[in-house]
């Protein structure tokens, strides 16, 4: 398939892993932002080929893992409600809440729906006049414009019983938060190809220099993300910090002009909050003024939400780098993909359920 089998190709992932082997001569700590390139090296065994000296720590870039649990409570108090469709994408349906998850209201007699896109949910809308419909938008830079359009297409065909439950997050502060911490370990970033798709890459010039990293925007598939550690690991020698586009044929300077239109239009930045990691200032988005009446939050009021996470899940450690999930005692045998105790358990982008898909056998034994 193409863009796909070329770029699997195991002749050329041996080259590109001998290159990075050449050029390595110290340790180096490298954090993948997005699950999906979590995932992709897992799965392909990617850090078990690179020299010992580079270690792969696993980012924050998980849509599901990362919106707060008060997100997740609303949803559930709002989806609970007579009269109310709650439409959303499968992965948040099991997504651990305070107290039960989605499918739990479901069963319980909530119509919640799972839909495949937001456009959906307003032909539900469109469909069902007397009734209420909230789509569940979260996600990162990634998922934002179809959001935003379909907030932008509710008002221009004056569909009033649409509504977004908002919980869009943003790369380029989480990387600023991630290397504020005094307990940061990352020496440089592997940016996600498809956030920069579609937002370019103006913003990370500044962090390479403010934080001294090199930040190389990079895809998914085993040879783009060998590509992306090895322009890392070149810089990380020779004691450079730029900017690097690993990804061209997706990614431009100026990322997708329509889209981010679109965006600065039915957005605007606020504070917000991460599951696991807490409050980062401006790296959110909520509906602006325009388009408020569309914000789920502001039409049902929901209030009286206390939040209580579970006592062992640490994935708020594994989300920040700071333990390979395997490191969680609970880790397949209190918490597996089938009865998760964390976000990163359930999403098809987590850390947890990466580990769990790909390596439990060895990790288990380790
Ligand atoms: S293995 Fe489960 S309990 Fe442990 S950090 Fe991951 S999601 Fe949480």
């Not at 930040?215 to 550690?229: A, N, Q, R, Y």
């Not at 890392?232 to 061209?248: C, F, K, M």
Request: aromatic share 8%.
């Amino acid at each position: 398939m193409k863009y796909l089998d070329e770029f699997s190709d195991p002749q050329l992932a041996g080259n590109l892993i001998e290159e990075i082997k050449a050029v390595t001569t110290r340790r180096w700590s490298i954090m993948e932002v997005c699950g999906g390139q979590t995932h992709s090296i897992i799965r392909h065994g990617i850090d078990q080929l690179l020299p010992d000296e580079i270690e792969m720590i696993h980012g924050p870039g998980c849509p599901v893992c990362v919106t707060p649990l008060e997100i997740i409570d609303k949803a559930m108090e709002i989806a609970s409600r007579p009269g109310v469709i709650f439409c959303s994408f499968g992965d948040m349906l099991r997504v651990p809440g305070s107290d039960k998850d989605l499918f739990r209201v479901k069963s319980e007699g909530g119509d919640v729906r799972v839909v495949y896109s937001p456009l959906d949910a307003l032909t539900i809308a469109r469909d069902n006049p007397d009734r209420q419909v909230v789509f569940f938008g979260i996600g990162f830079e990634t998922t934002a414009p179809a959001n935003a359009m379909t907030v932008y297409q509710a008002k221009r065909l004056g569909v009033e019983n649409f509504s977004l439950l908002v919980s869009h997050v943003l790369v380029p502060p989480a990387i600023a938060a991630i290397m504020e911490s005094p307990t940061c370990r990352v020496q440089a970033f592997l940016a996600a190809g498809h956030v920069c798709s579609v937002m370019g890459t103006e913003e990370y010039p500044s962090l390479c220099e403010k934080y001294e990293i090199p930040i190389v925007v990079t895809g998914f598939e085993p040879l783009d993300i060998l590509e992306g550690i090895r322009r890392t690991v070149l810089q990380l020698e020779s004691g450079r910090h730029e900017l690097e586009n690993a990804y061209p044929r997706a990614v431009r300077a100026e990322g997708n002009a329509a889209a981010r239109r679109m965006l600065t239009d039915v957005f605007e930045v606020t504070d917000r909050g991460w599951r696991g990691i807490g409050t980062i200032p401006d790296s959110g988005w909520q509906l602006s003024p325009g388009y408020r009446d569309y914000d789920a939050e502001h039409r049902f009021a929901v209030t009286g939400i206390h939040t209580a996470e579970s006592a062992v899940c640490r994935s708020g450690e594994v989300l920040q780098g700071l333990i390979k999930p395997h490191e969680c005692a609970a880790f397949g045998t209190l918490c597996t993909p089938r009865n998760p105790l964390g976000a990163t358990m359930v999403s098809s982008e987590g850390a947890c359920a990466a580990y769990y898909l790909y390596r439990r056998l060895e990790v288990s034994h380790a």
